[in-house]
């Protein structure tokens, strides 16, 4: 089923060339797009002393990030055009498909945004993030399930960072309570 909705977007590719132009940018450039969103919210946060917010998506994209990278170590999916043909629109180096670094970064950045900082930034950054991951299966680089992996894997780390924050405040009011 992955290899079929890949081949749906994927199929689509080199039929119209500004179309095109537009998914190799999405797929290639949007990403330092939320990078900086993400620096200039982060900056806004420090100057309102919002350090514990800030402390927080630094824990979950550290999270995202460290599970991704053993999630890509124990898999060996690899990348769509080194096993089928492909409409390739970007060069890439061979390797493990699953999970799409780039598609973890965003969604790990829009889902810690939304949850610490601000949702409506981070709801602008998960609209970001899911055209990256599309753009990417656009290109030919990755299948819909790797995208969808770095999804869920910015999601349980943001959720998770959130969780233990949550249960360590409650511990530490009911102990001053005592």
């Known amino acids: 089923m992955n290899y079929q909705i890949f081949q749906l977007i994927n199929g689509l590719a080199g039929r119209v060339d500004a179309l095109d132009d537009a998914m190799e940018a999405t797929a290639q450039w949007l990403i330092f797009a939320v990078f ?4 200039a919210l982060v900056a806004l946060a420090v100057r309102r002393r919002r ?3 800030v402390a927080l998506l630094g ?10 990278q053993v999630l890509a170590q124990l898999n060996g999916q690899l990348r769509p055009f ?13 390797g493990v498909s699953l999970p799409s670094d780039h598609a973890t970064a965003a969604f790990a950045i829009a889902f810690g945004v939304a949850v610490f900082l601000n949702r ?18 656009w290109v030919g680089v990755h299948y819909p399930g ?10 349980v780390a943001t959720g998770a960072v959130w969780l ?6 409650r511990r530490s009011a009911a102990s001053r309570e005592a």
């Open 36 to 39: 900086a969103v993400g620096a």
């Open 51 to 53: 350090y514990r917010q």
């Open 59 to 68: 824990v979950a994209l550290a999270v995202a990030f460290v599970a991704s």
């Open 82 to 94: 080194q096993t089928h043909h492909v409409h390739q629109l970007i060069a890439h180096d061979n």
């Open 120 to 137: 409506r930034w981070g709801a602008v950054l998960a609209v970001a993030a899911a055209a990256i991951g599309l753009a990417r299966v």
């Open 146 to 155: 790797d995208i969808l992996a770095a999804a869920v894997i910015a999601a």
């Open 164 to 169: 233990v924050d949550k249960v360590h405040r």
